[in-house]
């Protein structure tokens, strides 16, 4: 008699394993432990052999009977339908190991295992997400040619991304390397491709330095229209003169608006150094304002799409853009070039400068007895002389510099 859903249902687990039959050798397997287990049995070559078809209640019983009817179509075309469900068995894992080595994946390994700075972490991911990962990601690693990676790369440098090209072909290289130890892959196609690429310009970072320009500059900001969180990021860039990572992956913790010091961890630093950013009033007030939009949690600039990522690396300068400068006029990074060029114009101290712009220093036993605070009373009123001068530019007026009094 063919089973119901409610004897299903209704069937008890006893003390032994026991079956019930719906018949044409499908039958319900009810363990001790209560679980209920679809098998069919059939014949193959005058031999018994059982196919196991998933528990209920996952299978119900109109899905054991169609999975049933399936088998004996195979079984009536000479196949045996246990063999074919081994191979596709180990189709799946094989492709469950192809898919665990793709480019992407072991990418993602590599990146996992590299003990650096949260910023050089985010602009790694950015490089292979936004360039390699859409071309080769989804290519098994090792089969994945010098002409396709090249193909990749040559996508970025059409753009006019011809640094970004040569980063990402370096990531690149960094992978297959790490493939290669893995035993992942026999060879890193980078290797081959020496030369392929046009080299960067070698230019630095375009940057406004004249002062008449730099008030157009800050006006020009003062008017922007987009999202108040990056006119925040334009507001405090030429203030801060931090690095672009640096300040975008600013957050509130590392504030005391009070006290106008902005401390700036370890990992987040280029060099791997605590850094100290002390905050003119100008500063302060921007931070200020942007608590409203933020919360005082989390990033100062957090992502348009979710709170839990900071802004996009390339925020700032899509709104310089937007503003009428090109990228061979002003960057982001620019507003370093910008304070650095001016301050040593305006006689302050070198060595503060370089300090405040976290640089390393070339002498080694100098570097041994740098620290966060070296500098600090002196930067704190370059800072604020600073913020006063940009004021000044801003206003359109004759600007005399306020410059460091010598001793």
Known sequence: MPLSDVAIRKAKPAAKPYKMSDGRGLFLLVNPTGSKLWRWKYRLTGREKLLALGA????????????????????????????????????????????????????????????VAEVTANKTRWILETFLFPEIGSRPIAEVTARELLDALRKVEESGRLESAKRAKIKAGQVFRYAMLEGKTNS?????????????????????????RMGELLRAIDGFTGQP?????????????VRPGELRHAEWAEFDLDEAIWRIPGEKMKMKAAHLVPLS???????????????????????????????????????????????????????RSMAATRLNEMGWNADAIERQLAHAESNKVREAYTHAAQYLDERTRMMQAWADYLDALRAGGKVIPIRSKVS
């Open 56 to 115: 209920y209640p996952d299978v119900s019983l109109t899905a054991a009977r169609d999975a049933c009817t399936d088998a004996r179509k195979l079984l009536a075309n000479g196949t045996d339908p246990g063999e074919v469900r081994k191979a596709v068995k180990a189709e799946r894992i094989e492709a469950a190991a192809v898919a665990s080595d793709t480019f992407e994946a072991v990418a993602r390994e590599w990146m996992a295992r590299q003990e």
């Open 188 to 212: 890193d196609p980078t290797a081959s491709l020496r030369g392929a690429l046009k080299p960067p310009s070698g230019k630095h970072h375009a940057a406004v330095t004249d002062p008449a």
């Open 229 to 241: 969180v990056t006119l925040g990021a334009l507001k405090l860039a030429p203030l801060v003169f």
């Open 281 to 335: 009033s100008q500063a302060v007030a921007i931070l200020r304002e942007l608590l409203a939009f933020t919360g005082g949690d989390g990033y100062v600039f957090p992502g348009l799409r979710t709170a839990s990522r900071p802004m996009s690396e390339n925020t700032v300068n899509a709104a310089l853009r937007r503003l009428g400068y090109t990228g061979e006029e002003m960057t982001g990074h620019g507003f």
